[in-house]
């Protein structure tokens, strides 16, 4: 039994997984405001958060610069996403901290590991999110 709950878990876990990786980028805001209000009194936050976003996108440029990545770089490309996504979700930068939950996906170890889906969606999103990001959480902090 323990066996069949484990993989009835797993089942699901894939399906949600598929599911967010389906989802437009378009559908989630820049801001989740009402998850920004919680945080937007602490001194210097978005200092904090684009030092935070500067050093995983430095992280993450450096791998993509490879020629060729390896499962591992791609597995650590993914682990770099989740560190942004834990950072941008407690500040309420929801379609950056989606793209991100991609990301980590089609990087991780896992079934839904897809290196070339996963250079297509960093390269073809994560910049103009970033920046976009950036901007809304500056603009609503002021």
Do not use: W
């Amino acid at each position: 039994l323990f066996f069949l709950f484990n993989e009835c878990v797993k089942m699901s876990e894939e399906k949600d997984n598929d599911n967010v990786l389906a989802t437009s980028l378009e559908e989630f805001p820049l801001i989740d405001y009402d998850v920004l209000q919680q945080v937007s009194s602490i001194p210097n936050l978005f200092g904090e958060v684009v030092n935070a976003v500067q050093t995983r996108v430095t992280a993450m440029q450096t791998l993509r610069c490879r020629d060729e990545m390896t499962m591992e770089q791609l597995n650590e490309f993914g682990n770099e996403a989740h560190g942004m996504k834990s950072g941008v979700c407690m500040v309420g930068c929801a379609r950056l901290a989606a793209l991100c939950t991609k990301l980590e996906l089609l990087g991780r170890d896992g079934p839904q590991q897809d290196g070339h889906r996963f250079i297509h969606l960093y390269d073809s999103y994560m910049q103009d999110v970033v920046q976009s990001s950036m901007s809304a959480l500056q603009t609503a902090l002021q």
